[in-house]
């Protein structure tokens, strides 16, 4: 064993010559825009999240900026969201011209619910939880805070596809939610594209529009909008990629419960908790370790495409500078960053793989004991 790759596109895309016939009924039919590819995987895509609506757009990013634009927010508003998110949640919220305000995580690596209290101002619009990893943020008591300062809730969904806490799909509680389907996302397309879904009929009817130039058909335009369409081929690589997401999700499940047993006998490494409220789907799989650069270090000589989610802190990177935070504020995250490291998962990762992964650990920690 010489090398554990990080990435299982090439394996996830060796046979693709059903998604290729889909193309080509799409190059005969001229139907690029909008069309019935887009409408077919919406369709699947809102049935599959148990949603009344879906609304197909450009990137992730986009899917979190054009509800929180339909709720209204603009220069001068506040939108709460999580320190330690990536940073296409910021940059959704400060496209609109809003300024991210940001709350503390903890161990699941989504927002601390208790702390959003205090981060709330007369200017707050609306809150952004961000589901990371594959994990579940505590919704019902973020809900709960929102509903009694009458504040909308935007999921940030883009690492949590079909992800569950107590049997409620990730996505599924606020307003709306956004989905990514980037390539390191659990859909993957070949580029970039995005996915809304809501239960609310106006909201949807604005998001509809907002994506389309804010047109309400070909002649009127009833609002000012954007150009962040899904794209008909990527809406065809989404289709049947959506086809095997079961199978994806238990992939990733199994590989995940392999690490966890193999890594339980190792006290430098901390797992952390899985509770048994959450369907994880572990987009990433994160442990805590202590020497952790060292062991980084020595994974990737072993030719283990390891890596850490995030080794900056958003809040601390140069491009947010603007917001005034500083190193120190938000120690969770500050901790995360130190003693995070990310093994390979996904449904395409052979046993034999992840054995080398687990045995190359064992040896850098039993090799430091000695
Ligand atoms: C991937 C991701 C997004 C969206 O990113 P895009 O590249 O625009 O698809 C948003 N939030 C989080 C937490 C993400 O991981």
């Not at 693709?16 to 895509?45: H, N, P, Q």
């Not at 603009?74 to 709350?103: K, M, Q, S, Y």
């Not at 899985?274 to 650069?293: C, G, P, W």
Request: charged share 25%; hydrophobic share 40%.
């Amino acid at each position: 064993m010489n090398k554990v790759r990080y990435s299982p596109l090439p394996q996830q895309f060796a046979d693709v010559d059903a998604v290729f016939d889909g193309i080509r009924e799409l190059v005969a039919s001229g139907d690029f825009t909008l069309g019935k590819a887009v409408g077919e995987f919406e369709l699947a895509f809102a049935e599959k999240m148990g949603m009344k609506h879906a609304s197909g757009v450009g990137s992730g990013t986009d899917s979190l900026k054009l509800p929180l634009k339909a709720l209204g927010v603009g220069p001068g508003d506040e939108v709460i969201t999580c320190a330690n998110t990536f940073i296409a949640t910021v940059g959704a919220i400060n496209e609109l011209g809003a300024r991210p305000v940001f709350v503390d995580c903890d161990d699941t690596f989504c927002l601390r619910a208790e702390e959003i209290e205090a981060a709330i101002t007369p200017r707050t619009k609306a809150i952004m939880p961000v589901h990371l990893t594959g994990e579940v943020a505590n919704m019902p008591a973020i809900m709960e805070i929102a509903t009694r300062h009458g504040l909308p809730v935007v999921e940030d969904a883009c690492q949590s596809m079909m992800s569950e806490l107590d049997g409620k799909k990730a996505g599924s509680w606020g307003i709306a939610a956004g989905f990514s389907m980037h390539p390191l996302k659990l859909i993957n397309v070949w580029g970039d594209a995005g996915i809304i879904v809501t239960d609310d009929d106006a909201m949807n009817a604005n998001l509809r529009m907002l994506r389309n130039h804010g047109l309400a058909n070909r002649d009127e335009v009833k609002i000012l909008g954007y150009n962040t369409r899904l794209d008909s081929l990527q809406a065809i690589v989404g289709s049947w990629m959506l086809g095997q997401i079961d199978e994806i999700v238990a992939g990733r499940r199994e590989a995940a419960a392999f690490y966890d047993r193999g890594f339980a006998d190792t006290p430098e490494l901390r797992i952390p908790e899985r509770r048994q409220s959450v369907l994880h789907t572990y987009l990433l799989y994160i442990v805590f370790a202590e020497e952790r650069d060292a062991l980084l270090e020595h994974c990737l000589q072993s030719g283990i495409e390891a890596k850490i989610h995030y080794p900056v802190p958003l809040y601390q990177q140069e491009g947010l500078a603007r917001f005034g935070y500083r190193a120190g504020d938000f120690p969770t995250t500050d901790r995360h960053a130190r003693e995070m490291i990310t093994f390979p998962v996904d449904s395409y990762l052979s046993r034999a793989e992840q054995e080398h992964v687990i045995g190359t650990v064992r040896s850098f920690y039993e090799s430091r004991r000695t």
